[in-house]
């Protein structure tokens, strides 16, 4: 018996799916590149903020998020540009 599938995961093939958390498109200003959606769709942006590090913590090379194209320049990169841009 197999202790798992037997095809590598999304994580060991470098890809996250980033969701809300990180967009690169957002759906409410219309801006593009990394960023967190605007406050209107954000109960805490701040806190939103804070937990890009964990999305950074995975390494993952190509970042599917739920708005916007993918990024393909890796998950660091785009934590670091959603963190300079701000919240909306």
Not at 45 to 74: C, F, I, M, Y
């Amino acid at each position: 018996m197999l202790a798992g599938p037997p095809w590598p995961s999304l994580r060991e093939r470098g890809i996250l799916f980033s969701g809300d958390a990180l967009v690169t498109m957002d759906p409410y200003t219309q801006r593009t590149g990394p960023r967190i959606v605007a406050g209107a769709a954000t109960a805490d942006s701040a806190l939103n903020l804070a937990s890009l590090k964990q999305l950074a913590d995975t390494r993952a090379g190509l970042v599917l998020p739920g708005h916007g194209e993918p990024w393909t320049r890796g998950i660091e990169e785009a934590v670091t540009i959603a963190r300079a841009n701000g919240p909306a």
